[in-house]
């Protein structure tokens, strides 16, 4: 069975850092793209970046370019998510997911048709 699992999301002060992982259980995850996306209570899910299988490609939405980089280990058989300069309105349940397709167009990265899905780990920042 097909199975990612996220980790590393907790409570952290407005400014500060956290890692998430998002690592794959029973297939190889080097040979996907693979999303990250959060979802806050009462808002609908957002697609914030995305990563291409061998890394050297990556997106972000507008609401953490600068903030956030996306980044993989394949020799680990995952990806990261690092998360600096904290806002409350980071506070969500993060997924990852992997890619069916990617592409470049126009300059622009972009991943789509995401398929295997984790079961999210909730971020909440707050003082």
């Known amino acids: 069975q097909l199975q990612l699992v996220e980790s590393g999301g907790r409570l952290v002060q407005p400014g500060g850092s956290l890692r998430l992982s998002c690592a794959a259980s029973g297939f190889t995850l080097t040979i996907f793209a693979v999303g990250w996306f959060r979802q806050a209570p009462g808002k609908e899910r957002e697609g914030i970046s995305c990563?291409?299988?061998?890394?050297?490609?990556?997106n972000y939405s507008e609401s953490v370019k600068g903030r956030f980089t996306i980044s993989r280990d394949n020799a680990l058989n995952t990806v990261y998510l690092q998360m600096n300069s904290l806002k409350p309105e980071d506070t969500a349940i993060y997924y990852c997911a992997t890619a069916g397709q990617d592409r470049t167009a126009g300059g622009r990265y972009s991943c789509s048709d995401f398929n295997s899905w984790g079961r999210g780990t909730q971020v909440t920042v707050s003082s």
């Open positions: 990563i291409s299988s061998k890394g050297e490609k990556t």
